[in-house]
């Protein structure tokens, strides 16, 4: 099978997303167990980004990787995805 230079692009930018369980910081709830994500933006310099304190629901937060995963969104853009998640969680 022959690879195309396009195909080679796409799997060298590829960002794998993580869901990681830090404690949450906010005073009063300190020590509660919350879950946030991390970036991986595949390239040269192994870039990444974390957001922590998402959701104290990981099914949430497996939910949003879901889209991510699917949608492969711009590192520019991730924090307003997940601003518009939270928005979205938040209505319902």
Excluded: P, W
């Amino acid at each position: 099978m022959k690879v195309s230079t396009m195909q080679k692009i796409q799997e060298k930018t590829k960002t794998i997303y993580q869901i990681l369980e830090t404690t949450c910081k906010t005073d009063g709830v300190q020590g509660v167990v919350v879950y946030g994500i991390q970036a991986n933006y595949a390239g040269e310099f192994g870039d990444y980004m974390i957001i922590e304190d998402i959701s104290a629901n990981i099914h949430e937060v497996e939910q949003l990787l879901i889209r991510l995963n699917k949608e492969q969104v711009d590192s520019e853009q991730l924090i307003y995805i997940v601003e518009d998640y939270l928005v979205e969680l938040s209505l319902v």
